[in-house]
């Protein structure tokens, strides 16, 4: 089968670093995502890596390593705005990215 | 979200009721997805269509068939509906890891 594991809460102070990974077991893998959600809202998509190494994108960057199934988004400068779930998501096939299966997020609680 | 229109928004249905959740997109985007979403948790990937005529089974396909006439829409049908079908129903399209999220369907069966 495929899972992806994930912490359920993370706590961290406002202006701080803060970190969120993500393991996957999967039949193949195409892509490693990452999706913020407030509470009531829908996932909005946050970073994309396919490849080894980091992208950054303004404050979130995502790391990924394809041999050790695992990845993880990197929250910098922290905002109580960031209170939110933070998911990450795979394309399970070697060579196909159209299904796309989601972890059960992880909680971020911001302290000021 | 612009872009991706769900409807409707909420609703209620009776247990053994059935119900069709739209989707409508304006992006000419090929790949479209249903998940749903219980409280508290991570989404399931329902059903998902590549294309026009082309449909398939994702992670909790039971209780629910879709179709895709074409480019623009994707329908979920609730057949025989059951409270474990209650839920948000999240539409969305979008493909290399990049989806875009409709608004949601909120769904409870009583």
């Known amino acids: 089968g495929q899972s992806l594991e994930q912490p359920s809460e993370v706590t961290a102070v406002e202006g701080a670093i803060v970190q969120i990974n993500c393991t996957y077991q999967t039949s193949g893998f195409y892509g490693l995502s990452w999706y913020q959600q407030h509470d009531g809202g829908a996932p909005t998509f946050l970073s994309y890596n396919a490849l080894d190494g980091l992208e950054e994108t303004g404050r979130f960057s995502s790391f990924l390593s394809r041999s050790d199934s695992y990845g993880y988004l990197l929250l910098q400068e922290l905002q109580m705005k960031d209170s939110a779930s933070y998911f990450c998501?795979?394309?399970?096939?070697?060579?196909?990215?159209?299904?796309?299966?989601f972890g059960k997020g992880t909680r971020l609680h911001i302290l000021p | 979200n612009a872009g991706v229109t769900q409807t409707p928004k909420f609703r209620i249905l009776k247990i053994g009721q059935s119900m069709t959740l739209q989707c409508a997109q304006d992006?000419?985007?090929?790949?479209m997805y249903w998940y749903r979403q219980d409280p508290g948790m991570g989404l399931k990937l329902i059903y998902y269509s590549v294309g026009a005529g082309i449909t398939d089974k994702g992670e909790v396909p039971n209780g629910y068939n879709v179709s895709r006439s074409t480019t623009e829409d994707f329908p979920l049908r609730l057949e025989l509906a059951a409270p474990s079908q209650t839920s948000v129903y999240f539409c969305a399209i979008g493909r290399t890891g990049e989806l875009f999220f409709g608004e949601g369907s909120r769904l409870t069966v009583l």
């Open positions: 998501a795979v394309s399970p096939s070697m060579n196909r990215d159209d299904k796309i299966i």
């Open positions: 992006m000419n985007h090929n790949y």
